[in-house]
């Protein structure tokens, strides 16, 4: 099959309107959202049903046009974006949105790929229960590309990331064969796990249509507060004492540096921190709990006693209504949108054992800022998982695109050996993509990387699904 051949094929199977061949009708879908990569497709494709998604990645076997699979295009990464030959295919699973069950017994539901991770949220709140997974992009982002990064967020600490809240898949294989995987069980060994191969194997193994995810009971309260800590020890502490004194009700402990923080008020001046005295460091602590109002106030009090008690915090404020606590939570995930807004950054997703956080940091900041004179590190992220999003921008009134042409690998270098040497990950939550492809070999070892590849050719031995993205 010529290529020609291909679009009429695809064109009879999906209709002409979801077979976009004209430049002006691709652009949404040609570059990343951090608008670093940008590419250029023989075709976007819109199928609607897993039938649909299986004839065309057949005809791409045999015509081996190669597939980029993308969800909401919300990748920090350039994992959904094509490479700029023309030759590849955008398959979008937008239009395979539905919500094929709900069944409160089994505390499950079984939805399309193509959701809205916020429609699935609010479905499944209907029916009184929670879907945990949430993250700044939630507006936009599908639970196919959730699913296809094991994406992370802020709830990963009482519920885990996308991985945990999974129990099967339903997924087109590199060769268009229907692996039909959407098995409801909590427990089920039999055999290998496929489902656990695909989950964060980024659009490179397959194409994940549909998912059977987990629910849980929808909290009856929620106490959200901010925490002013001296220093990283402190965080910590901060940390070990909610785990210790709330165990499971602990459902979100986010860190923001005061960097962070004055950035987000300088784009966004309506989002102020709260707390006077510009804390160094913020913490937004999130209880979640099962009983009536007064258990987990009652229990939040407590616990910023004793940590006043213990020094290892200033100040705090408990939000007083479901409004405050938004706004709090509105603050910790603008400032993505604030560094956006300022100009490119340099990005590291990095986790690090919760031991190691106060020495890495300690450390990275003194090399980077003697090696980097008047950088500005934008330093937040998911504590509680020892999840630093340990950003750099340039100096203020610095070209941007200059500064990190000129830097970024020399950037990279001291935070990534700083990762090595305290024994973390390059890649906490947001995947490897085109970014961090040239880093993997070398971080995960020779081992790792040869026994992924040997996965890879095993389940796509045409190299068709998503090339160039996660191995080289
Ligand atoms: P896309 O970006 O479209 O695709 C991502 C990867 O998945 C690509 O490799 C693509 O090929 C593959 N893919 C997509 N759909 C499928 C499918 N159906 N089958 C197979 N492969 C597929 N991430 C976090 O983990 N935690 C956060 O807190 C977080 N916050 C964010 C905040 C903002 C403001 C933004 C812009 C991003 C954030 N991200 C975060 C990153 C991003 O939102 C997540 O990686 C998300 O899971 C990607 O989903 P998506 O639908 O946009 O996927
Ligand atoms: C978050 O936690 C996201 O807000 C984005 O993972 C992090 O902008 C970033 O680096
Ligand atoms: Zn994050």
Redesign the pocket.
């Known amino acids: 099959m010529n290529q020609r051949d291909f679009i009429s094929y695809c064109q009879s199977e999906l209709g002409d309107a979801y077979v976009l061949v004209e430049s002006k009708d691709q652009v949404p879908y040609l570059s990343?959202?951090?608008n670093r990569y940008h590419g250029k497709a023989l075709a976007v494709l819109l199928p609607k049903t897993t039938q649909e998604v299986a004839k065309i990645v057949k005809a791409c076997d045999q015509a081996l046009i190669s597939i980029?699979?993308?969800?909401?295009?919300?990748?920090?990464c350039g994992?959904?974006t094509p490479n700029d030959s023309g030759q590849q295919i955008v398959l979008?699973?937008k239009r395979m949105n539905a919500i094929r069950e709900i069944n409160p017994s089994n505390q499950t539901m079984v939805v399309e790929?193509?959701c809205i991770?916020q429609t699935v949220q609010e479905a499944a709140k209907t029916q009184g229960f929670l879907f945990p997974l949430s993250?700044?992009?939630q507006g936009?982002?599908?639970?196919?590309?959730?699913?296809?990064?094991?994406?992370?967020?802020?709830n990963v600490l009482r519920y885990g990331?996308?991985r945990e809240l999974c129990l099967g898949l339903e997924?087109v294989t590199a060769q268009g064969e229907i692996l039909h995987g959407l098995r409801s069980l909590r427990k089920d060994n039999t055999g290998f796990d496929l489902r656990d191969l695909?989950i964060g194997?980024?659009?490179?193994l397959?194409?994940?249509?549909a998912a059977v995810i987990k629910l849980y009971p929808l909290p009856q309260t929620k106490w959200t507060a901010l925490v002013a800590v001296p220093n990283i020890p402190a965080t910590i502490e901060l940390l070990s004492l909610f785990q210790k004194r709330t165990a499971a009700l602990l459902s979100g402990f986010e860190m923001m540096s005061k960097d962070s923080l004055d950035l987000t008020a300088k784009q966004f001046p309506h989002m102020k921190n709260p707390l006077t005295n510009d804390p160094f460091y913020t913490v937004l602590v999130e209880l979640s709990d099962h009983e009536g109002e007064e258990h987990a106030r009652n229990l939040m009090e407590q616990v910023l006693e004793a940590a006043f008690e213990a020094g290892i915090a200033n100040d705090a404020v408990i939000a007083s209504n479901l409004s405050q606590a938004q706004s709090f939570w509105t603050m910790r995930?603008h400032i993505?949108?604030a560094q956006a807004q300022e100009g490119a950054n340099l990005k590291h997703d990095i986790s690090l054992p919760i031991s190691e956080l106060d020495t890495f940091i300690t450390e990275t900041d003194q090399l980077i800022r003697d090696q980097f004179t008047g950088v500005r590190i934008i330093n937040f992220g998911?504590l509680g998982d020892g999840n630093l999003h340990y950003n750099i921008a340039p100096p203020l009134g610095v070209n941007a695109s200059e500064f990190n042409r000129v830097h970024e690998e020399a950037i990279h270098d001291v935070v990534y050996s700083q990762v090595e040497k305290h024994h973390g990950s390059i890649s906490a939550?947001?995947?490897i993509?085109q970014l961090k492809l040239p880093d993997l070999e070398a971080h995960r070892g020779s081992v790792a990387h040869q026994l992924m590849r040997s996965i890879k050719t095993a389940l796509d031995p045409k190299n068709i699904m998503?090339p160039g993205?996660v191995l080289p």
Do not use: F
């Open positions: 990343d959202w951090r980029v699979p993308q969800g909401g295009n919300t990748s920090m994992a959904a979008n699973l790929s193509g991770l993250l700044g992009a936009s982002c599908q639970i196919g590309g959730n699913l296809a990064t094991n994406a992370g967020g802020t990331n996308a997924v695909y194997s980024e659009g490179c397959g194409i994940i249509t995930e993505t949108m998911h939550e947001h995947g993509g998503n993205k």
